[in-house]
Nanobody, 122 residues
Framework: QVQLVESGGDSVQAGGSLRLSCVPS????????YAWFRQAPGKEREFVAM????????FYADSVKGRFTISRDNPKNTVYLQMNSLKPEDTAVYYC???????????????WGQGTQVTVAS
């Protein structure tokens, strides 16, 4: 089991930027897929973005496409989510997850972090 630790959540004004980080406790299987999900108050957890551990093949939810960027730094064993042009509707707890299937369905992911809060004020 891989433990994931997210950081970088904060409160910002609309239009601002944040960068979230996710550090796994160990290097997952080389063909792993990392993903970010989010859950707003009173809503279901939803997919945000994913990337293959080998790099490339980024995929985004339509709601964040063009504003968010997922990336990974292999030497640092860290996955990032750069969030620009933030909107109040981006307010949520953001979770990092790792799995072995390249899917946006959260059921495909085996290990999850505890989440980091992002709050965007209008």
């Amino acid at each position: 089991q891989v433990q994931l630790v997210e950081s970088g959540g904060d409160s910002v004004q609309a239009g601002g930027s944040l960068r979230l980080s996710c550090v796994p406790s160990q290097r997952p299987y080389s063909r792993s897929v990392y993903a970010w999900f989010r859950q707003a108050p009173g809503k279901e957890r939803e997919f945000v973005a994913m990337i293959r551990s080998r790099g490339g093949s980024e995929f985004y939810a339509d709601s964040v496409k063009g504003r968010f960027t997922i990336s990974r730094d292999n030497p640092k064993n860290t996955v990032y989510l750069q969030m620009n042009s933030l909107k109040p509707e981006d307010t949520a707890v953001y979770y990092c997850a790792v799995g072995v299937r390249y899917e946006s369905d959260q059921r495909a992911y085996e290990d999850w972090g505890q989440g980091t809060q992002v709050t965007v004020a209008s």
